[in-house]
């Protein structure tokens, strides 16, 4: 491992807080550097990635994760490719079960996450920062709420039906639960809807997230995650 650390690159309030949760989950030395977003009155890019992080990153995002020299000081972006590396890399015990678990169910529940789920919030989130508008034509009131309340239904649904233990992935969260976590708390922080009334064992497994000693690690290590922060446009 001493030969083979990585190095991750993270930004405050962000989605690559769920790689730092990760990283945690997988008790593996790592470096840490630490970005904070440009303030709300930067004159061309406000909220985005500080210069320290768009001068390593291909795409000026995070998260970013470059690997250790034996895995030749890869460059890494994407949340998602940057998770299955650090699964198939470090986790020699199979704990997440992409070996030999269910991988085809991470595979669907991870699919669902960063497709269909990601287009509804998304599409709330560009309303919600005010950078379209609403209710014009027939398919905008559908994509403004309804669809996102389709695809939590669809989630919830797996998750009852799926492996007893509280995660998506079973006992302990898998790569599917990780990803999930960032839209979720999209929809928590920024009151989307009510996860505790309308989708009420959603609501209970990202807690449960929450409660993950590893989880509460990451955000003791991070520089905040409160996606709450960036203004919201009243409609
Ligand atoms: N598709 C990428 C998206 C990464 C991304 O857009 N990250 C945002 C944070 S949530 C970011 O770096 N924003 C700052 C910027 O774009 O300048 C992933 O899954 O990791």
Same mark, same amino acid.
């Given at each position: 491992?001493?030969?083979?650390?990585?190095?991750?690159?993270?930004?405050?309030?962000?989605?690559?807080? /769920?790689?730092?949760?990760?990283?945690?989950?997988?008790?593996?030395?790592?470096?840490?550097?630490?970005? %904070? !977003? @440009?303030?709300? %009155?930067?004159?061309?890019?406000?909220?985005?990635?500080?210069?320290?992080?768009?001068?390593?990153?291909?795409?000026?995002?995070?998260?970013?994760?470059?690997? $250790?020299?034996?895995?030749? @000081?890869?460059?890494?972006?994407?949340?998602?490719?940057?998770? %299955?590396?650090?699964?198939?890399?470090?986790?020699?015990?199979? #704990?997440?079960?992409?070996?030999?678990?269910?991988?085809?169910?991470?595979?669907?529940?991870?699919?669902? +996450?960063?497709?269909?789920?990601? /287009?509804?919030?998304?599409?709330?989130?560009?309303?919600?920062?005010?950078?379209?508008?609403?209710?014009?034509?027939?398919?905008? *009131?559908?994509?403004?709420?309804?669809?996102? =309340? #389709?695809?939590?239904?669809?989630?919830?649904?797996?998750?009852?039906?799926?492996?007893?233990?509280?995660?998506?992935? *079973?006992? !302990?969260?898998?790569? +599917?639960?990780?990803?999930?976590?960032?839209?979720?708390?999209?929809? !928590?922080? =920024?009151?989307?809807?009510?996860?505790?009334?309308?989708?009420?064992?959603?609501?209970?497994?990202?807690? !449960?997230?929450?409660?993950?000693?590893?989880?509460?690690?990451?955000?003791?290590? $991070?520089?905040?995650?409160?996606?709450?922060?960036?203004? #919201?446009?009243?409609?």
């Amino acid at each position: 491992m001493s030969d083979n650390k990585p190095t991750f690159h993270h930004l405050n309030n962000s989605q690559s807080q /769920r790689i730092l949760w990760l990283l945690e989950e997988l008790d593996i030395e790592y470096n840490l550097i630490l970005h %904070t !977003r @440009n303030p709300p %009155t930067h004159p061309t890019a406000p909220f985005q990635s500080p210069p320290a992080l768009v001068a390593v990153s291909p795409h000026g995002t995070a998260p970013l994760l470059i690997t $250790g020299p034996k895995d030749g @000081n890869r460059t890494i972006p994407e949340s998602l490719a940057i998770a %299955t590396y650090l699964i198939r890399t470090f986790d020699t015990d199979d #704990k997440f079960g992409l070996k030999d678990g269910d991988w085809v169910r991470d595979e669907v529940i991870t699919s669902m +996450a960063c497709t269909n789920l990601q /287009r509804a919030t998304g599409f709330i989130m560009m309303l919600d920062f005010g950078l379209i508008r609403t209710g014009e034509g027939p398919m905008g *009131g559908v994509l403004d709420g309804p669809e996102l =309340r #389709k695809q939590l239904g669809s989630l919830e649904r797996e998750l009852v039906g799926g492996p007893e233990g509280g995660f998506f992935m *079973g006992e !302990r969260p898998g790569r +599917a639960d990780v990803i999930l976590e960032f839209p979720m708390t999209m929809v !928590r922080h =920024r009151g989307y809807l009510d996860l505790g009334v309308e989708f009420p064992r959603l609501d209970e497994w990202l807690q !449960r997230c929450y409660d993950r000693p590893a989880y509460r690690r990451a955000l003791e290590k $991070g520089n905040g995650y409160d996606m709450s922060v960036f203004p #919201k446009v009243p409609r």
